[in-house]
């Protein structure tokens, strides 16, 4: 199979950790979908990544769905709880984690936009949406080791590639002193071969 995407989508590496940590081999195609020579839109009727383009040709987004599928392909480090209960709050996580870079992304993509054209009102918007996340997620995370308690899921994958995500394009937010906790989890997960090797770059 293969997967399309950039080397700075949050949502594409998430998306490549979860391939790495069920050992799923594929192929990675970059494509950035804001080059005018992109091909997403021929994948994805979206045009958004990550798309993943099954060996029988069939395409697969977005992200969740993509790390849900994978997931089942095997049954090697299961990164969905199957308790229905466990399961619904990891992927509860996902949509905080995947919330806060939707936020974060809004911000950044309004930025480069020229200065008569932006609108304060809408970034402070996003803004109190990263925030009110961050504060959930330290929150919710409290003195566990991982989101789900003692289990490595897609909560933790998730939830580190946003704060990765913030780290690499919002330097000035501070979670990592306003929330130690949060910092102690992305320190950790930043240790693992995936994240390794998955840095954003660009
Ligand atoms: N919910 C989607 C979000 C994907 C997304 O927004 N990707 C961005 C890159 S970080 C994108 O492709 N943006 C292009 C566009 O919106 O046209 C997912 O999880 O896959």
Not at 22 to 39: C, L
Not at 40 to 60: E, F, S, Y
Not at 102 to 116: G, H, S
Request: proline share 6%.
């Amino acid at each position: 199979m293969k997967l399309i995407g950039s080397l700075t989508s949050p949502y594409v590496r998430k998306t490549r950790i979860v391939l790495a940590e069920k050992r799923i081999g594929y192929d990675f195609e970059v494509d950035v979908p804001w080059d005018a020579d992109s091909h997403v839109a021929n994948h994805n009727p979206l045009g958004k990544i990550p798309v993943l383009i099954m060996d029988d040709g069939t395409t697969l987004f977005d992200s969740r769905v993509i790390v849900e599928y994978l997931d089942s392909v095997n049954p090697v480090s299961r990164l969905i709880p199957e308790p229905n209960r466990r399961r619904i709050m990891v992927k509860r996580w996902e949509a905080l984690a995947d919330g806060i870079c939707d936020a974060a992304a809004t911000i950044f993509l309004e930025r480069k936009r020229r200065d008569a054209e932006q609108s304060p009102e809408w970034i402070s918007r996003q803004q109190k949406k990263v925030e009110r996340g961050l504060e959930t997620a330290a929150h919710e995370l409290g003195d566990k080791k991982w989101c789900d308690g003692n289990a490595y899921t897609l909560a933790d994958i998730a939830l580190g590639c946003t704060l990765g995500y913030l780290a690499f394009r919002f330097p000035e937010i501070d979670w990592r002193n306003t929330s130690p906790n949060l910092a102690d989890l992305s320190d950790r997960l930043e240790k693992r071969t995936p994240f390794m090797e998955t840095v954003p770059q660009g």
